[in-house]
């Protein structure tokens, strides 16, 4: 309660100052107003508001349980039968990667109404459920389902008697990551659809009125509405598991820890990767036929290869693509490194001084949720609509997700190793170059293979909002010019970079981890 | 029970031991393992062979144990009793059964060296589960499982959750569950293992204890060799690369064992000679 009570008071200590600095024009009234500004321009549009957040809450929840549904049958179906998951990883690992603002401008295109919307709630809240559930559900004490087999149980006894209950705080922590992850999906498929309310549709409204207080209003609500979800489903968590910090770890890992066994022989593994390899664009192929959409709009791989490469102006689609990319993905990658690099920084520095870590560890975990739309108009208020802007985004969506899984990565390290090196001696920054760094490493790729997908996403969602510059802005006018082609090559490219990153960071990771017990 | 045949030959020598008469009667075999191999592909495609051609018999009412040193295949032999894992050649039959058959029917109860209990389950739900699993009714059986916990000691403790207790009250636990389908076959691996000498100590008189209530067939996988002989009627010693068996060892002395024993000359006669037998047949 006394915890409750300095939090509180923690908040409105920071809002008294911010009140003040905003009153005393050191924050330029015009960037960052007062609170109460914000408070008191909610106030007068709060009917504006409640319809707003309600059209973009209802479109998030359906999108919510739908994917949380499929993911969880998914989950269930994969630790029955591996060799299905192991086929699907290909899609799995898209679905990690892919930008989900290109399928968002895809789905608007080919649908009207809140389905663009629910859809990519469901595609967002997909992955996080998924692996969070199919962790939960693989990780048993294996006596235990010894135990089960030994009075005949079969795998459909096990999943009953150990599984399911065993992976419940996994999934838990899935759906807490879920949760604002389905609002992101739900404003994103706003944006371009035309759709009357909802938080994007308002956002989108407000950035050419330079009304500060109403935009960091909309990115408010929006947070306010995603750290509700998360708490919802943080409490659940503590009160199934009593720890909340641990199992964080599962709902944010990327597809990496989803094969640690091996399956048949080296053939059967090469087919197998083959077909994993091929799935998603047998989807692809597949789903607009089995959708019934449009082919003139829902163009399939074999559209989008003739679109780059053999048709008349292919020429030119293929320069504007790469001019694209090649404005995109500097600052991209620039964003991650240098997110990644401060969230090391920072969770090291947090072993050298703990009380730092118990102050930003906290504000983290709710940050790293907030819906990266939300925190793009702020930054557009202080950064202007330049790269300056875009960096920021960029670093900020890299940065809280990397400093939790590298802090708890750090917390990690085997004490008796530390004990080891205080034996010679208190010498903290030893210990942490000897021991903490090195037993961390695996944990810094980790972090990198999870943000390094948000990070174009970040870029993208910056282009597309402020600077109208690269693959944003290129999604972004395709699809008011209804060229059809080249939104699904941009989402095509965006997704073949995504996941060119995920690979790469695999294969450094493996280079400088090699011989290590994994 | 107390007349079986198998046991009046092979656990007690002390009382008339191998008489004409006695030997006539053929003893029932529970457990046959025949000429049994057992390999694994190790991670760089290498052929493991964790046990070689092993043959032996385990009779009704025998207590048995088997010790070697780690990588002996003692587990895995263990495993296949359990119908955990398949031989790849040769044969093991329970009861003239195959052990996936007598397991199915809930005759054999196993304890691990971890308790592997559900946390989420409390001490009676835990060990109430290989009832739940065989689709049998809990409520009539609530009763037995009441005795079966205040036999290991815990009672007071029925709805206590696993996180709640000790290691050695866990692994109690875990013994009520082994028991509560009433077995007719006992495998235990390494059950004390994690627990420290003192403890152990006290876990094997009670072990005993239980053991003699219904002479229950029972295999216990050891490497202390101190547990082996004080609990075992008949101890099987194995050799690592490959895992085999090489010397089974009848242990005589009358039941019930008491604490005077670990101190008794002969106990150590017993113990220095399997170990010199553990250790490659040396001279100790």
Same mark, same amino acid.
């Given at each position: 309660?006394?915890?409750?009570?300095?939090?509180?008071?923690?908040?409105?200590?920071?809002?008294?100052?911010?009140?003040?600095?905003?009153?005393?024009?050191?924050?330029?009234?015009?960037?960052?107003?007062?609170? +109460?500004?914000?408070?008191?321009?909610?106030?007068?549009?709060?009917?504006?508001?409640?319809?707003?957040?309600?059209?973009?809450?209802?479109?998030?929840?359906?999108?919510?349980?739908?994917?949380?549904?499929?993911?969880?049958?998914?989950?269930?179906?994969?630790?029955?039968?591996?060799?299905?998951?192991?086929? +699907?990883?290909?899609?799995?690992?898209?679905?990690?990667?892919?930008?989900?603002?290109?399928?968002?401008?895809?789905?608007?295109?080919?649908?009207?109404?809140?389905?663009?919307?629910?859809?990519?709630?469901?595609?967002?809240?997909?992955?996080?459920?998924?692996?969070?559930?199919?962790?939960?559900?693989?990780?048993?004490?294996?006596?235990?389902?010894?135990?089960?087999?030994?009075?005949?149980?079969?795998?459909?006894?096990?999943?009953?008697?150990?599984?399911?209950?065993?992976?419940?705080?996994?999934?838990?922590?899935?759906?807490?990551?879920?949760?604002?992850?389905?609002?992101?999906?739900?404003?994103?498929?706003?944006?371009?659809?035309?759709?009357?309310?909802?938080?994007?549709?308002?956002?989108?409204?407000?950035?050419?009125?330079?009304?500060?207080?109403?935009?960091?209003?909309?990115?408010?609500?929006?947070?306010?509405?995603?750290?509700?979800?998360?708490?919802?489903?943080?409490?659940?968590?503590?009160?199934?598991?009593?720890?909340?910090?641990?199992?964080?770890?599962?709902?944010?890992?990327?597809?990496?820890?989803?094969?640690?066994?091996?399956?048949?022989?080296?053939?059967?593994?090469?087919?197998?990767?083959?077909?994993?390899?091929?799935?998603?664009?047998?989807?692809?192929?597949?789903?607009?036929?089995?959708?019934?959409?449009?082919?003139?709009?829902?163009?399939?791989?074999?559209?989008?290869?003739?679109?780059?490469?053999?048709?008349?102006?292919?020429?030119?689609?293929?320069?504007?693509?790469?001019?694209?990319?090649?404005?995109?993905?500097?600052?991209?990658?620039?964003?991650?490194?240098?997110?990644?690099?401060?969230?090391?920084?920072?969770?090291?520095?947090?072993?050298?001084?703990?009380?730092?870590?118990?102050?930003?560890?906290?504000?983290?975990?709710?940050?790293?949720?907030?819906?990266?739309?939300?925190?793009?108009?702020?930054?557009?208020?202080?950064?202007?609509?330049?790269?300056?802007?875009?960096?920021?985004?960029?670093?900020?969506?890299?940065?809280?997700?990397?400093?939790?899984?590298?802090?708890?990565?750090?917390?990690?390290?085997?004490?008796?190793?530390?004990?080891?090196?205080?034996?010679?001696?208190?010498?903290?920054?030893?210990?942490?170059?000897?021991? +903490?760094?090195?037993? +961390?490493?695996?944990?810094?790729?980790?972090?990198?293979?999870?943000?390094?997908?948000?990070?174009?996403?970040?870029?993208?969602?910056?282009?597309?909002?402020?600077?109208?510059?690269?693959?944003?802005?290129?999604?972004?006018?395709?699809?008011?010019?209804?060229?059809?082609?080249?939104?699904?090559?941009?989402?095509?490219?965006?997704?073949?970079?995504?996941?060119?990153?995920?690979?790469?960071?695999?294969?450094?990771?493996?280079?400088?981890?090699?011989?290590?017990?994994? | 029970?107390?007349?079986?045949?198998?046991?009046?030959?092979?656990?007690?020598?002390?009382?008339?031991?191998?008489?004409?008469?006695?030997?006539?009667?053929?003893?029932?075999?529970?457990?046959?393992?025949?000429?049994?191999?057992?390999?694994?592909?190790?991670?760089?495609?290498?052929?493991?062979?964790?046990?070689?051609?092993?043959?032996?018999?385990?009779?009704?009412?025998?207590?048995?144990?088997?010790?070697?040193?780690?990588?002996?295949?003692?587990?895995?032999?263990?495993?296949?009793?359990?119908?955990?894992?398949?031989?790849?050649?040769?044969?093991?039959?329970?009861?003239?059964?195959?052990?996936?058959?007598?397991?199915?029917?809930?005759?054999?109860?196993?304890?691990?060296?971890?308790?592997?209990?559900?946390?989420?389950?409390?001490?009676?739900?835990?060990?109430?589960?290989?009832?739940?699993?065989?689709?049998?009714?809990?409520?009539?059986?609530?009763?037995?499982?009441?005795?079966?916990?205040?036999?290991?000691?815990?009672?007071?403790?029925?709805?206590?959750?696993?996180?709640?207790?000790?290691?050695?009250?866990?692994?109690?636990?875990?013994?009520?569950?082994?028991?509560?389908?009433?077995?007719?076959?006992?495998?235990?691996?390494?059950?004390?293992?994690?627990?420290?000498?003192?403890?152990?100590?006290?876990?094997?008189?009670?072990?005993?204890?239980?053991?003699?209530?219904?002479?229950?067939?029972?295999?216990?996988?050891?490497?202390?060799?101190?547990?082996?002989?004080?609990?075992?009627?008949?101890?099987?010693?194995?050799?690592?690369?490959?895992?085999?068996?090489?010397?089974?060892?009848?242990?005589?002395?009358?039941?019930?064992?008491?604490?005077?024993?670990?101190?008794?000359?002969?106990?150590?006669?017993?113990?220095?000679?399997?170990?010199?037998?553990?250790?490659?047949?040396?001279?100790?």
């Amino acid at each position: 309660m006394t915890r409750l009570l300095r939090t509180a008071l923690a908040i409105l200590v920071v809002l008294a100052l911010w009140e003040a600095a905003a009153r005393a024009g050191v924050l330029g009234g015009r960037v960052v107003p007062a609170p +109460s500004g914000i408070l008191f321009d909610w106030w007068t549009q709060r009917a504006d508001y409640a319809l707003h957040i309600a059209a973009t809450a209802k479109a998030a929840a359906l999108g919510f349980l739908i994917g949380n549904g499929v993911a969880i049958l998914c989950a269930v179906l994969f630790i029955l039968a591996p060799s299905i998951e192991r086929l +699907s990883r290909g899609v799995t690992i898209t679905l990690f990667a892919v930008p989900a603002i290109t399928i968002g401008q895809v789905l608007v295109v080919a649908y009207d109404g809140i389905v663009p919307q629910v859809a990519l709630s469901a595609i967002c809240v997909y992955f996080p459920t998924m692996v969070a559930t199919l962790i939960g559900l693989r990780e048993i004490d294996p006596r235990a389902s010894d135990v089960v087999r030994v009075y005949g149980g079969d795998s459909l006894c096990i999943l009953r008697y150990v599984r399911l209950r065993a992976a419940l705080p996994g999934l838990l922590a899935g759906l807490k990551v879920a949760a604002p992850a389905a609002l992101l999906g739900a404003i994103l498929a706003e944006f371009g659809s035309g759709s009357r309310w909802g938080l994007g549709t308002f956002l989108l409204g407000s950035l050419g009125q330079a009304n500060a207080a109403r935009l960091w209003g909309i990115g408010l609500s929006a947070t306010a509405v995603a750290a509700l979800g998360y708490a919802i489903f943080a409490l659940g968590a503590r009160r199934v598991l009593g720890a909340t910090l641990s199992v964080t770890l599962a709902a944010n890992s990327a597809p990496d820890r989803l094969g640690s066994y091996r399956l048949g022989r080296p053939g059967q593994r090469v087919l197998m990767a083959i077909g994993a390899l091929a799935l998603p664009f047998v989807v692809w192929w597949a789903a607009p036929r089995i959708l019934g959409l449009n082919p003139i709009i829902a163009r399939d791989p074999i559209d989008t290869f003739h679109y780059l490469a053999l048709d008349n102006g292919a020429a030119t689609a293929r320069a504007a693509l790469l001019s694209a990319l090649s404005s995109t993905l500097p600052a991209a990658g620039l964003g991650l490194l240098l997110g990644l690099a401060a969230a090391f920084l920072l969770a090291s520095l947090s072993v050298l001084r703990p009380e730092l870590a118990r102050l930003l560890l906290p504000p983290s975990l709710v940050l790293q949720t907030m819906p990266l739309v939300a925190l793009t108009p702020m930054i557009v208020l202080i950064f202007g609509r330049d790269l300056a802007a875009m960096l920021a985004v960029t670093i900020t969506v890299v940065f809280f997700p990397a400093y939790v899984t590298l802090a708890q990565g750090f917390s990690l390290t085997p004490p008796a190793a530390l004990d080891v090196v205080r034996c010679y001696g208190d010498r903290p920054v030893k210990s942490l170059l000897l021991v +903490s760094v090195p037993f +961390s490493l695996p944990y810094v790729f980790a972090a990198a293979r999870l943000v390094a997908p948000r990070a174009l996403l970040g870029a993208m969602i910056a282009e597309f909002l402020a600077t109208g510059t690269g693959l944003g802005q290129l999604l972004n006018a395709s699809r008011g010019q209804l060229d059809y082609g080249m939104i699904w090559a941009t989402a095509f490219a965006s997704v073949v970079v995504a996941i060119l990153a995920y690979q790469a960071v695999g294969l450094v990771e493996r280079l400088a981890t090699s011989g290590r017990e994994s | 029970m107390g007349a079986d045949p198998g046991r009046a030959l092979i656990a007690s020598p002390s009382n008339g031991s191998s008489s004409p008469a006695t030997a006539a009667l053929a003893p029932t075999v529970d457990v046959l393992v025949d000429h049994v191999e057992k390999s694994f592909v190790a991670n760089g495609g290498k052929v493991v062979t964790a046990l070689d051609k092993v043959s032996t018999t385990i009779l009704r009412g025998e207590f048995v144990a088997l010790i070697g040193p780690s990588g002996c295949g003692k587990s895995t032999l263990l495993r296949l009793i359990a119908g955990l894992d398949e031989p790849t050649e040769g044969m093991v039959r329970v009861r003239s059964e195959s052990p996936k058959t007598f397991c199915a029917r809930g005759e054999l109860g196993i304890v691990f060296q971890d308790p592997a209990l559900l946390p989420w389950r409390s001490v009676r739900h835990n060990v109430a589960l290989p009832l739940e699993v065989l689709g049998r009714p809990v409520k009539p059986a609530a009763a037995h499982i009441q005795s079966l916990i205040e036999m290991v000691g815990l009672k007071g403790f029925e709805d206590a959750l696993p996180g709640q207790l000790s290691g050695g009250m866990r692994q109690r636990v875990a013994i009520a569950r082994a028991l509560v389908t009433n077995p007719s076959l006992i495998l235990l691996d390494e059950p004390f293992g994690a627990l420290d000498q003192i403890l152990r100590r006290t876990m094997n008189l009670e072990l005993q204890r239980i053991w003699l209530r219904e002479l229950t067939t029972t295999l216990l996988v050891t490497h202390a060799i101190e547990e082996a002989v004080f609990l075992a009627d008949r101890v099987i010693v194995m050799q690592a690369n490959p895992g085999r068996i090489v010397e089974e060892v009848i242990i005589p002395f009358p039941r019930p064992r008491d604490e005077s024993l670990f101190s008794d000359p002969k106990f150590h006669q017993r113990c220095d000679r399997l170990a010199s037998l553990l250790h490659g047949g040396e001279e100790h």
